[in-house]
């Protein structure tokens, strides 16, 4: 394959569209859509479909987009490692919003003190969410919680949280899982790890929340609790450091629940800027399948 059509193309689908494309690449339109269908003459297959005034990907587009990252990534780290041996470019990562802001900091600071010509780009989101950006190759790795379906990413364990439960000040300093029968849980929406582990610890007591509200951030979740809206689950770390942390009240979980490890994990061979960032993961660490 062309490196050059394949370049057209990952640009038409991340700029989303002939034109934005065009403008990024400096060319004109015409030649943009050209290129573009010529490429599919000689795959023998349609990559986009028309989807109103946008282009939106058939399957066969989005199976080539993974081959197109790999590919083209690949050929800009052969092209730099030549050129001077220096770790360059994009480094594109997904986290967890608790490890973006309590783990992560002293890491990604490391990083760009010893790599300064490498632009970071940072996502955060559910472990659901992340996992999704991967299998998109919209990042190139991302800090995700147990449990997660590995699949054929490769990971390698990075940090080990204690979870625990919140309510609001004035309960009782134990609370199991049947005192949270009929009540309502405050949690990360579908896809966030913990709410999963919190559920899971309710159904092993044979007992159901009321109701789930479903918040996008940590400080969020703290306040409410704080407020009396219900109780969740948080690492003690992001608890540390919230400005309202002494606003709630912690419970201990049970030694099970107690512990949970935060995973990188990314699709493929990991590229040099990659390499780089797992060298500055807290040690010890132990490597799985396909690590490098």
């Not at 147990?146 to 699949?151: I, L, S």
């Amino acid at each position: 394959m062309d490196l050059e059509d394949l370049h057209i193309f990952r640009s038409v689908v991340r700029e989303g569209g002939i034109s934005r494309a065009a403008s990024r690449l400096h060319r004109v339109p015409s030649n943009v859509t050209t290129r573009i269908k010529q490429f599919e003459e000689r795959l023998g297959t349609a990559l986009f479909r028309r989807q109103g005034r946008s282009l939106a990907l058939t399957e066969a587009g989005r199976t080539l987009l993974g081959h197109a990252e790999r590919l083209l990534q690949m050929a800009e780290a052969a092209e730099q490692d030549l050129r001077s041996g220096a770790v360059r470019g994009v480094l594109r990562i997904g986290s967890l919003e608790s490890a973006a802001g309590a783990r992560l900091p002293p890491v990604l600071a490391a990083f760009h003190a010893r790599h300064p010509e490498v632009s970071l780009e940072l996502q955060t989101g559910t472990t659901g969410a992340l996992l999704r950006l991967l299998d998109r190759f919209e990042v190139e790795a991302a800090f995700v919680s147990e449990p997660f379906e590995q699949g054929r990413l490769s990971s390698l364990p990075a940090f080990e949280e204690e979870l625990v439960l919140i309510t609001a000040r004035g309960a009782g300093a134990r609370y199991r899982a049947a005192d949270l029968a009929g009540g309502t849980l405050v949690a990360f929406p579908h896809g966030c790890s913990y709410r999963r582990r919190l559920l899971e610890w309710l159904a092993e007591s044979g007992v159901s929340p009321g109701r789930m509200l479903d918040l996008g951030s940590y400080h969020a979740i703290i306040a409410c609790v704080a407020a009396g809206a219900g109780a969740a689950i948080v690492p003690a770390e992001v608890l540390d450091q919230a400005v309202m942390a002494s606003s709630v009240q912690r419970h201990p979980l049970p030694s099970r629940l107690r512990t949970n490890r935060t995973h990188l994990v990314w699709p493929g061979e990991a590229g040099a800027a990659l390499r780089s960032l797992m060298e500055l993961l807290p040690k010890p660490r132990r490597k799985t399948r396909g690590a490098a």
